[in-house]
């Protein structure tokens, strides 16, 4: 199971930004995936996910009406669409994975490697 990471860089509060991450060697379709952030003295926290046991998504009420999750079967790859960023969503971005359902909790069992977000102007 590897889980890769894209898609940060440095984006204008307001902008928009697409992070990827790339699932190989396991099916989408049978495993729940996390997005988590961790920003620099701070506990990693839950994003959002996609919750296999009752096909429904989920996110933290910090983000709520600005990211969406989704994910394409097909290229066996989720995605996280950031919209109208905030400099408090400045962190690293990691994508998880796992068959058991821990919804936001950063309990999953695969872990990429990571991306930086950085909103400033």
């Known amino acids: 199971v590897q889980l890769q990471a894209s898609g940060g860089g440095l984006v204008q509060p307001g902008g928009s930004l697409r992070l990827s991450c790339a699932a190989s060697?396991?099916?989408?379709?049978?495993?729940?995936i996390g997005w988590f952030r961790q920003a620099p003295g701070k506990e990693r926290e839950g994003v959002s996910c996609f919750s296999v046991s009752d096909d429904s998504t989920y996110y933290a009420d910090s983000v709520k009406g600005r990211f969406t999750i989704s994910r394409d079967n097909a290229k066996n790859t989720v995605y996280l669409q950031m919209s109208s960023p905030r400099p408090e969503d400045t962190a690293v971005y990691y994508c998880?994975?796992?068959?058991?359902?821990?919804?936001?909790?950063?309990?999953?069992?695969?872990w990429g490697q990571g991306t930086l977000v950085t909103v400033s102007s």
């Open positions: 998880a994975a796992d068959p058991r359902d821990w919804f936001l909790k950063p309990l999953y069992e695969y």
């Open positions: 060697g396991f099916s989408l379709d049978y495993y729940n």
